[in-house]
């Protein structure tokens, strides 16, 4: 087996149409997870999962695969978002936020300044937030990488449930 998955985003997907009904995807996650070779924990309601790698294994750039069943006509559509645990997103939104407003009330000030011909010293944060933000991407793509083995666990443990080649997006 491909022990390299390579997934082309910060946030991966995945995307598979499968035979299977919603209820035996559901009861095939539910038994790889509460089977003894199983590599994941995870939860599982009628439609959605969560699979995460093992309690002892998790470390702060762990990442989870939210899973999402949808029925159609021809099949079941299978959908997953790869990415970090929630608290973490949430540190980086506020993160990404807190900069972004930051970028535009100074931006805001200075150019008022600037337009009243008094000095715009202040329009030199603009470009220290500019590569703190740049920074705040490095660190997202870094934490990604040190999660990349998790992350191919995940992928396997979904391809094992449903019994099928899947290509991360």
Not at 31 to 58: M, N, V, W
Not at 136 to 161: D, N, P, T, W
Request: glycine share 8%; aromatic share 10%; proline share 5%.
């Amino acid at each position: 087996m491909d022990d390299q998955i390579h997934f082309r985003s910060i946030r991966p997907r995945i995307k598979v149409q499968t035979s299977l009904s919603p209820d035996d995807i559901n009861q095939r996650i539910r038994a790889l997870l509460s089977s003894e070779k199983a590599t994941c924990e995870g939860q599982t309601i009628k439609g959605f999962a969560t699979i995460y790698p093992p309690q002892k294994d998790q470390h702060f750039w762990s990442p989870q695969l939210t899973i999402t069943v949808d029925e159609l006509e021809e099949g079941t559509l299978v959908r997953g978002l790869y990415g970090p645990k929630p608290s973490v997103w949430t540190m980086f939104v506020f993160f990404y936020s807190a900069i972004g407003f930051a970028t535009m009330i100074i931006l805001m000030v200075g150019l008022s300044l600037w337009s009243l011909g008094n000095p715009a010293d202040i329009l030199w944060f603009v470009p220290g937030l500019i590569i703190l933000l740049l920074s705040l991407y490095l660190v997202a793509y870094s934490g990604q990488k040190l999660g990349h083995k998790q992350m191919g666990i995940l992928h396997r443990f979904i391809e094992e449930c449903l019994e099928v080649k899947i290509e991360g997006h």
